[in-house]
């Protein structure tokens, strides 16, 4: 059986590394190099894809991911699209005031809305299955293979066992099964699970491409680091690096398996991009540090609470005129918005937020939907702006761009 506490703890040269790390790290240069990453889906585009040769998996991955695509846009917008029709058909006005269990409850009244829901939730949960089941059978195989990145660069990996970790970050978060700190390859399988999740759309990090060239840069140009907090499996702090050639970029995530095949993925891309397992509230960066700051999708899955830490941490390690561009659908797109304006109203956009919050292991969405980010930024000190240009226009995952600047 497979031991996941021997594969935590800290292989002696890494822990090595970790002391010798700040005088590894190479002075960038002042002069800003910036190079629009390509977002074609050419795989020749250098960017490690996950696929692996085991025809089992590739199967079960392409049966999944084809019936993912088909719930998401075959099912799901006939239960959307029969609503109306339901609600009528029991006398419930369609903006009438339900908590969000008790709309998701009545919703299932509809067989085509509970058939559509209960498709989602066990597509998910059968990929999940496939994949630990994959990682876990093949463990000594990957296991080596990241033991030996370890110890590989260009870049470095600092790994911190005796992380205390808030309780909000061992949720499941997705159903995953072990979230982001309980698994050993969590790397592995979250990345293996987002070929479904963006349903192919993203094999080559197109999405993570997209969003580094949409960073905007400090009014006076000048890019030395960067930090992507949250940076899961590294897709955007890798574009980053490609982005800004000469600066230190860095990846920091509370999961320590997260930064290990964060690790791994950049040796294998030969990106020179440095990873520490560290908390966005607690980075341990100095003071004035950071020219840009950016995170995608890490703000709806942590509390009110952390987020407002986290963004006074990231005002801290900003030096002054940095900016901190945090990607997430929870980042109101107008000024007034409120959560109404972010979720929708009514029976059905409750249901839709009960499914994803309880069913796809998403807790903190209806905290986060009513946080108003913009004006805690500016409580610590951020000028904010938003920029209406959306991040891939007319795609999947696309959302407004927040910019707040730290006052120079
Ligand atoms: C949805 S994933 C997004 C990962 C990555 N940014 C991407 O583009 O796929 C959210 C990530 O935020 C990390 N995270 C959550 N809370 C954190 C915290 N307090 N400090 C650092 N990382 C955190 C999780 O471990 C997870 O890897």
Known sequence: MFNRRTVFAVPAAAAAAVGALTSKVTQAATAVKDIKVDVSTDKEAKRHDIHTEDLDLNSAQAFLTGFRKYVARNVSPVARSRAEAYLASKGVAKDKEMSSPEAYAFMLGDPVYAW????????????????????HRNADNYMSEMEKADKSGPGTLELNPDLRLPEYTKHEIHIQPGGYVGDAFAGHIYHSGTKNFYQEENDHDEIHASLANELRLPADGKVTRVLDLGCGIGQLTTACKDRF??????????????????????????????FAQRLAEDTKFPD?????????????EVTQEASRKIIAEA??????????????????PKEQDTAAGRRGTGVVAAAGSYAGSRMNGEPFIPQQS?????EEMRKVGFTTARDFAPVRAGKPFTFPTLVATKTA
């Open 370 to 374: 009513v946080m108003n980010f913009p």
């Open 245 to 274: 050639p000469q600066a230190e970029v860095w990846g920091i995530d509370v999961g320590g398996p997260m930064v290990r095949y964060s690790h791994l993925r950049a040796t294998k891309l030969n990106s020179e991009v440095h």
């Open 288 to 300: 004035n540090h950071f020219d840009i700051i950016t995170s995608y999708i890490m703000f709806h």
């Open 315 to 332: 005002h801290r390690i900003l030096r002054p005129g940095g900016v901190f561009i945090p990607y997430d659908f929870v980042m109101p």
């Open 116 to 135: 559509a829901s209960r498709l989602s939730v066990t597509t998910q949960q059968l990929t999940w299955h496939t994949l630990v089941e994959h990682y």
